[in-house]
């Protein structure tokens, strides 16, 4: 790591912590939006880690993860540095949704280019251009979908040994065998040498608090783990799965869960009933095989081919 570092044309020395305000566009008010990257930076040389949340705009259980440990000031290094940024999208933070104004997903939007793109392919040029080429490794946070909620879980590549490493330390309540989707984030940035685990938890417009802080310790003991500081924190086991799956209603109509988001599962156990809304269908749903919860779907109303649980299995 060098005694200083450049972001954006702002020097960023041993020992300091600066905001570094990216002038990505401006709304249709002529409103300038900016993205401010904090960079804190220890007085001692040593790994560089990234945190991103709000990738998508409306998964805020990220963003209060990297605010959390702002605010705890747990995020300041003793040795290396720490770059975050809070919420990445940020147009789609302000309306509430996914993606951005013209529909994009930056998530799908990688590398990018500099200039005569969409929206998101500017983002993730930035992202690429001024800040992959600082770190050795990330962690970004999400969440899932709209009333779909995932348990607190990591997406990792078994085959990336300096990836798996860290989601070792970071001890995720679960951990999946997850290969970079093509233009992703996590995708551009193995392919530069910086691994970056995903996590996930809860759902879009929802704290989740038990996801949240599971998120804030696993950062703490990647940290930890990278000797960037000495945090006491509670340890715990996780559970490796090589693969999963969604569970589709077979039906249309109203659907009842019977079990809950981290449950074990056997093969045919009962998981849940599709009810017919005038009473006239009862329809059981049965586990393929054996395995875990890690997404469900909250919306009652469902038709057929909703994805409606979502199970990790080996």
Same mark, same amino acid.
């Given at each position: 790591?060098?005694?200083?570092? =450049?972001?954006?044309?702002?020097?960023?020395?041993?020992?300091?912590? +600066?905001?570094?305000?990216? /002038?990505?566009?401006?709304?249709? =008010?002529? =409103?300038?939006?900016?993205?401010?990257?904090?960079? %804190?930076?220890?007085?001692?040389?040593?790994?560089?880690?990234?945190?991103?949340?709000?990738? !998508?705009?409306?998964?805020?259980?990220?963003?209060?993860?990297?605010?959390? $440990?702002?605010?705890?000031?747990?995020?300041?290094?003793? +040795?290396?540095?720490?770059?975050?940024?809070?919420?990445?999208?940020?147009?789609?933070?302000?309306?509430?949704?996914?993606?951005?104004?013209?529909?994009?997903?930056?998530?799908?939007?990688?590398?990018?280019?500099?200039?005569?793109?969409?929206?998101?392919? $500017?983002?993730?040029?930035?992202?690429?251009? !001024?800040?992959?080429?600082?770190?050795?490794?990330?962690?970004?946070?999400?969440?899932?979908?709209?009333?779909?909620?995932?348990?607190?879980?990591?997406?990792?590549?078994?085959?990336?040994?300096?990836? *798996? /490493?860290?989601?070792?330390?970071?001890?995720?309540?679960?951990?999946?065998?997850?290969?970079?989707?093509?233009? @992703?984030?996590?995708?551009?940035?193995?392919?530069?040498?910086?691994?970056?685990?995903?996590?996930?938890?809860?759902?879009?417009?929802?704290?989740?608090?038990?996801?949240?802080?599971?998120?804030?310790?696993?950062?703490?003991?990647?940290?930890?783990?990278?000797?960037?500081?000495? *945090?006491?924190?509670?340890?715990?086991? @996780?559970?490796?799965?090589?693969? =999963? @799956?969604?569970?589709?209603? /077979?039906?249309?109509?109203?659907?009842?869960?019977?079990?809950? $988001?981290?449950?074990?599962?056997? #093969?045919?156990?009962?998981?849940?009933?599709?009810?017919?809304? %005038?009473?006239? $269908? !009862? *329809? #059981?749903?049965?586990?393929?095989?054996?395995?875990?919860?890690?997404?469900?779907? %909250?919306?009652?109303?469902? /038709?057929?081919?909703?994805?409606?649980? !979502?199970?990790?299995?080996?």
């Amino acid at each position: 790591m060098p005694e200083t570092i =450049t972001i954006n044309k702002e020097r960023i020395g041993l020992g300091e912590h +600066k905001i570094v305000n990216f /002038n990505i566009a401006s709304l249709p =008010t002529r =409103t300038s939006i900016d993205l401010p990257v904090h960079i %804190y930076r220890a007085k001692e040389s040593g790994p560089v880690l990234l945190l991103t949340g709000g990738l !998508h705009g409306d998964e805020i259980n990220g963003v209060e993860i990297v605010r959390r $440990l702002i605010d705890s000031d747990n995020i300041i290094p003793d +040795k290396g540095s720490v770059i975050a940024i809070p919420i990445v999208n940020i147009y789609g933070f302000i309306q509430n949704s996914r993606g951005l104004p013209d529909g994009k997903d930056i998530n799908r939007s990688f590398p990018g280019v500099k200039k005569g793109g969409s929206l998101a392919t $500017l983002l993730s040029y930035t992202l690429m251009k !001024h800040i992959i080429p600082h770190i050795d490794c990330g962690l970004d946070f999400h969440t899932g979908g709209a009333s779909r909620s995932n348990f607190p879980q990591l997406r990792v590549d078994f085959k990336n040994e300096k990836a *798996f /490493n860290l989601a070792k330390a970071f001890q995720a309540p679960v951990v999946i065998n997850s290969k970079p989707i093509a233009k @992703s984030f996590r995708n551009s940035s193995q392919k530069k040498g910086k691994p970056i685990l995903v996590f996930e938890t809860g759902e879009s417009l929802r704290f989740d608090e038990h996801g949240i802080q599971e998120g804030v310790n696993g950062t703490l003991r990647v940290m930890k783990s990278l000797g960037m500081k000495n *945090f006491k924190v509670a340890t715990q086991e @996780s559970e490796f799965f090589n693969s =999963t @799956s969604w569970i589709r209603a /077979n039906y249309a109509g109203l659907f009842s869960p019977k079990v809950k $988001l981290g449950d074990t599962i056997k #093969k045919n156990q009962l998981l849940g009933h599709i009810n017919g809304a %005038y009473g006239e $269908l !009862h *329809f #059981k749903v049965l586990a393929p095989k054996e395995g875990r919860i890690i997404g469900l779907n %909250y919306c009652p109303v469902i /038709n057929k081919g909703d994805a409606i649980i !979502h199970y990790s299995y080996n």
